[in-house]
């Protein structure tokens, strides 16, 4: 089984920058449609951003011109730098695989995520 292990977060303030990675254990992440999600505390996981395996992006509202995801389909990697961040992007993020494209639903076992908090 493939796992996905988020890494890079850590306690900013709020305008300041992370950069996430998310790794695959196996060369699978070539082939597929990666996103990341973000779960607040008390709140649903929520979608973030995707990228097709021929870079076609797809942004959630609250995100778009701050976050930005790539992917390094050579290092199995997926990324989402995170800039002019806001206390309201604290949440733990995760990675997964898409099934059925950019708009599908996530099918990949979750990780353990990785926790962004934001100070103000």
């Known amino acids: 089984q493939v796992q996905l292990v988020e890494s890079g977060g850590g306690l900013v303030q709020a305008g300041g920058s992370l950069r996430l990675s998310c790794a695959a254990s196996r060369s699978r992440l070539s082939n597929n449609v990666m996103a990341w999600y973000r779960q607040a505390p008390g709140k649903q996981r929520e979608f973030v951003a995707a990228i097709s395996s021929g870079g076609i992006i797809r942004y959630a509202d609250s995100v778009k011109g701050r976050l930005t995801i790539s992917r390094d389909n050579g290092k199995n990697t997926v990324y989402l730098q995170m800039n002019s961040l806001k206390p309201e992007d604290t949440a733990v993020y995760f990675c997964?695989?898409?099934?059925?494209?950019?708009?599908?639903?996530?099918?990949?076992?979750w990780g353990q995520g990785t926790q962004v908090t934001v100070s103000s």
């Open positions: 997964n695989y898409l099934s059925g494209g950019l708009t599908g639903s996530p099918f990949g076992s």
